[in-house]
Nanobody
Framework: QVQLVESGGGLVQAGGSLRLSCAASGLTFSAYGLSWFRQAPGKERDFVAG????????DYSDVVKGRFTISRDNAKNTVYLQMNSLKPEDTANYYC????????????????WGPGTQVTVSS
């Protein structure tokens, strides 16, 4: 059974930093692409960052590019999201998601999701 569990969320002042972690189990971690999404109250869930199964390629939404960094540690079955220069508009519940590198799914569709971790940025 695939499980993804996020951690590292919390309350931070604008301009501060947080590092989110997502620990995975029940899958061959190195064969999965991983992404972070976020959802603020009353808004749709948005893509934040993604990393390929090999770690060779990453992708970011325009609103976080240059401030957030996604990385993975296959030895620890964990994906990270380093968030710097945080802004109040970054406040949201952050989710990690996993998709097998061979999965025939449209971009943005992931079969496995974590429960999320809340990030609140105060002004």
């Amino acid at each position: 059974q695939v499980q993804l569990v996020e951690s590292g969320g919390g309350l931070v002042q604008a301009g501060g930093s947080l590092r989110l972690s997502c620990a995975a189990s029940g899958l061959t971690f190195s064969a999965y692409g991983l992404s972070w999404f976020r959802q603020a109250p009353g808004k749709e869930r948005d893509f934040v960052a993604g990393i390929s199964w090999s770690g060779a390629s990453t992708d970011y939404s325009d609103v976080v590019k240059g401030r957030f960094t996604i990385s993975r540690d296959n030895a620890k079955n964990t994906v990270y999201l380093q968030m710097n220069s945080l802004k109040p508009e970054d406040t949201a519940n952050y989710y990690c998601a996993a998709k097998h590198r061979l999965a025939k799914l449209p971009a943005g569709q992931y079969p496995y999701w974590g429960p999320g971790t809340q990030v609140t940025v105060s002004s």
